[in-house]
């Protein structure tokens, strides 16, 4: 099993839609939770850190489930330029950030 | 200041040859990452520096890969008898202290190279 699954994708929504991600991870002492963002032949760069309380920022809510070893992202109200694929990422004290591998979605008009 | 800088950008070579890459960290972050991403794949974690500690090294595929970081700062990662299959995008990061506070990793735009 690998240390970080995703739903494989890839996702095609229309403009507006609300689009849901999923991820699980196997370590349990995993520490720390991101989303990350990666446009097409583009590096990583940070959405989100994803908290035990869960968090939302504008359109974009993450939530963790630490009993499930589950994160997940939501996204509303969906914008073309949300197109990308979304890494779910975990790490032990930064030091072994395991990244899942991605989640591509499509925002068509 | 600055963000992570890698070069070069692209480096096409020949299979046998070797190749160095190069990163400039983002100032006072004391952690430093390399990764490869093959074309539509997941990133692959290969390296990791932490202050003065041993490099983790765990994810550097065979004994051809190596990494320096000299200084604390910038990082080479150097691939020796290349192969078609090292073809990639090499991709470093950096971040503050994350034995003092898990911190996010800021990425530099890559380095790919193309091992004819």
């Known amino acids: 099993r690998k240390e970080v699954e995703q739903d494989p994708g890839p996702f095609n929504v229309p403009e507006g839609a609300t689009v849901a991600f999923n991820c699980t991870y196997s370590n349990s002492a995993s520490q720390s939770f991101f989303w990350y963002r990666q446009d097409c032949r583009k590096e990583p760069k940070l959405l989100m850190s994803?908290?035990?309380s869960g968090n939302e920022d504008g359109r974009f809510t993450a939530q963790l489930n630490r009993a499930s070893q589950y994160i997940s992202l939501l996204i509303r109200d969906s914008k073309l330029s949300d197109s990308a694929t979304y890494l779910c990422v975990v790490s032990n004290y930064g030091q072994n950030f395991v990244f899942g591998p991605g989640t591509r979605l499509s925002v068509l008009p | 200041g600055a963000g992570v800088s890698q070069s070069p950008s692209n480096k096409v070579t020949e299979k046998g040859k070797d190749v160095e890459l190069r990163c400039d960290p983002i100032s006072g972050h004391t952690a430093l990452y390399w990764y490869r991403q093959s074309l539509g794949q997941g990133l692959e974690f290969l390296i990791y520096?932490?202050?003065?500690?041993?490099?983790?090294k765990s994810g550097l595929p065979s004994d051809r890969f190596s990494a320096e970081r000299t200084g604390g700062s910038v990082s080479t990662l150097t691939i020796q008898r290349t192969q078609q299959e090292d073809s990639a995008v090499y991709l470093c990061?950096?971040?503050?202290?994350?034995?003092?506070?898990?911190?996010?990793?800021?990425f530099g735009p890559g380095t790919r190279l193309t091992v004819l």
């Open positions: 994803v908290y035990s």
């Open positions: 990061a950096s971040s503050r202290d994350p034995m003092i506070d898990a911190d996010t990793q800021y």
């Open positions: 520096f932490q202050g003065n500690s041993a490099p983790d």
